[in-house]
Nanobody
């Protein structure tokens, strides 16, 4: 079992910044992939960024150049630095943990709300 707890969401103005954190506990197998996903009202959940246990990253085109994912494996924590925020970034942001090889090992946090005002 893996538990994920997100924090750092809130209300910010357009152009502002926020830093999300995801604390991971439990049976943390490697290699693994951690990701940030988001779901806006009335829309499907979409991937924002992924980062492997080796540090490789992938980003959605909509956030490239503005968001940076990172992780501290010693602290079992993943981060998402979000800069130049736009109203369309408003969503609930979810943390995800999955094994690189075992499909059944796939866990989600409960999410943290990010609201960007125009």
């Amino acid at each position: 079992q893996v538990q994920l707890v997100e924090s750092g969401g809130g209300l910010v103005q357009t152009g502002g910044s926020l830093r999300l954190s995801c604390a991971v506990s439990g049976s943390i197998l490697r290699p693994n992939v951690m990701g940030w996903y988001r779901q806006a009202p009335g829309k499907q959940r979409e991937v924002v960024a992924e980062i492997t246990s080796g540090g490789s990253t992938n980003y959605a085109d909509s956030v490239k150049g503005r968001f940076t994912a990172s992780r501290d494996n010693d602290k079992n924590t993943m981060y998402l630095q979000m800069n130049s925020l736009k109203p369309e970034d408003t969503a609930v942001y979810y943390c995800n943990f999955r094994s690189a090889f075992v499909a059944a090992i796939n866990y989600w946090g409960k999410g943290t709300l990010v609201t960007v005002s125009s």
